[in-house]
């Protein structure tokens, strides 16, 4: 639990806006297509066999007044889009980052709930995060789980990614 430096990542895999999540204030439909799917399997297998693990990516880019969340995996930059997938290039960047004492692949957790954790964590820590990720450089909250045997989570972090705020536009009509 600290402030890291988190290196550039190509994510693939599915997109989905905030007006699609569950009741229940998570992505778990969404995540349990992007894990019925045969291309994710297909990745899966790839990954092992040429890195030596897989991993699960949930990042959510936020704007002022909404965000998109991707489901999906981590891959090298040359890695191949299956079709019908989407490639997002996340930046490098500081992060604050927290990591799960005991892993577990929860997706059915609310997302703020996650993201609350991950806050009191960083205030814990007395880590000054952005007050409004929507308003920020790098607007990015990313929580990333590693797998060597795809039922079996090695590793579970959580990043936040502290930048400046940008200047709103209604800070300009005052």
Known sequence: MSVVKVPAMKIIG????????????????TWQDFQDSEKAAQVDQ????????TNR??????????YQYWTGVAVPADFEVPAK???FDL???SAFMM???????????????TLEKVF????KEEVALPKSLGHSEQPYFLEKLTFKEIDAVEQQQ??????????ALEDDLN
């Open 46 to 53: 790839q990954l092992l066999e040429t890195v030596g693990e």
């Open 99 to 113: 990591a799960a004492t005991r892993p577990e692949f929860l997706p059915q957790l609310p997302l703020n709930f």
């Open 120 to 123: 009191d964590q960083a205030a």
């Open 14 to 29: 599915q997109v989905a806006l905030a007006n699609t999540i569950d009741v229940n204030g998570s992505f778990y439909s």
């Open 158 to 167: 959580y990043y936040v990614y502290i930048s400046p705020e940008i200047e």
């Open 57 to 66: 990516v949930g990042l959510v880019v936020y704007a002022p007044e909404s």
């Open 85 to 87: 997938w989407h490639a």
């Open 91 to 93: 930046p490098a960047g």
